[in-house]
C-alpha cells in the first residue's frame, strides 16, 4: 500500500535514554515533515526536509536530531530523553514543498518517557 | 489564540444532524486546508480551498472560506457515526512550507 509509516508506534522508555523512530513514505514525495502533537491535540511542526535538505527548523532543542537518508526516509534521533518530550511524533510528506500540496500522515509514534 | 483556531472546541450531535466547525487565521494565506483524525491515528487531508476560492464541496463536506474576516467554516451534511472525529484547519500562513494546525474540534456523533 502506498502510505507513510512509522516505526515504533508505541515508545515506553526512562528519562536519559537516547531513541529513535523511524518514517518512510512511498509515495514519491520530495518533502517530508516531522510534527508534535501534545496531549492537548496541539499539532507543531519541528522539522522539515526538501529532498534530504533541512528547509525548516522550528527551534527544537538540539536533542532531536532529524536524519535523512534519502528523500523516501526522515528518521528521528532523540538524545538524553525528557519528561516533556512525552507526546505523539506524527511524520508526514507532501508531493511539493510548500503549502499548496496536502500532507500525508502516517499514524504516529506515542512517546512516554518515564 | 493561535494560527487556525477552531470553534467549538467539541461538539456532539445525533446521527443524521448537520455539524459545522468554524476555523479562524491571523495571517494572510494562499489556501486553508481542513483535516480529520480518528483516534490514535494520523491526520488525514479532507480538502484545501484556495484564497480565490468562496466555498467548496467535496461529497457531504462544504467548505467556506471569508478572507476578508480570516474565517473558514466546514460543514458536514447528514452526519454519521463514523464521522466522529478531531477536525483541524491549518494554513501555512506566511511561512513558505510550513503548514500550522489550530487545536481541532472533537466532534461525536451519536448513533
Known amino acids: 500500500d502506498t502510505a507513510v509509516s512509522q516505526t515504533p508506534k508505541y515508545l515506553v522508555t526512562q528519562m536519559g535514554n537516547d531513541k529513535s523512530i523511524k518514517c518512510e513514505q512511498n509515495?514519491?514525495?520530495?518533502?517530508m515533515y516531522w510534527y508534535k502533537q501534545d496531549s492537548k491535540k496541539f499539532l507543531k511542526i519541528m522539522f522539515s526536509?526538501?529532498?534530504?535538505?533541512?528547509?525548516i527548523n522550528e527551534t527544537v532543542p538540539n536533542r532531536f536530531s532529524p536524519k535523512s537518508p534519502d528523500k523516501a526516509h526522515l528518521n528521528l534521533h532523540i538524545n538524553s530523553l525528557e519528561l516533556g518530550d512525552s507526546a505523539v511524533y506524527f511524520c508526514?510528506?507532501?508531493?511539493?514543498?510548500?503549502?499548496?500540496?496536502?500532507?500525508?500522515f502516517g499514524n504516529g509514534t506515542r512517546l512516554t518517557v518515564t | 489564540s493561535q494560527q487556525g483556531e477552531e470553534d467549538p472546541q467539541a461538539l456532539s450531535i445525533q446521527e443524521g444532524e448537520n455539524a459545522t466547525m468554524n476555523c479562524s487565521y491571523k495571517?494572510?494565506?494562499?489556501?486553508l486546508q481542513w483535516y480529520r483524525q480518528n483516534s490514535g491515528r494520523g491526520l488525514v487531508h479532507l480538502i484545501l480551498?484556495?484564497?480565490?476560492?468562496r466555498e467548496k464541496h467535496s461529497g457531504r463536506l462544504r467548505v467556506t472560506l471569508d478572507t476578508s474576516k480570516k474565517s473558514s467554516s466546514l460543514l458536514i451534511t447528514a452526519s454519521r457515526a463514523a464521522d466522529t472525529a478531531s477536525y483541524f484547519c491549518?494554513?501555512?500562513?506566511?511561512?513558505?512550507?510550513?503548514?500550522?494546525f489550530g487545536q481541532g474540534t472533537i466532534l461525536t456523533v451519536h448513533p
Open positions: 508526514a510528506s507532501s508531493n511539493q514543498q510548500g503549502a499548496n500540496s496536502p500532507l500525508h
Open positions: 509515495l514519491g514525495h520530495d518533502t
Open positions: 526536509y526538501n529532498n534530504k535538505e533541512l528547509i
Open positions: 495571517t494572510s494565506i494562499n489556501n
Open positions: 480551498i484556495r484564497s480565490n476560492e
Open positions: 491549518a494554513d501555512p500562513g506566511t511561512s513558505y512550507g510550513k503548514l500550522t
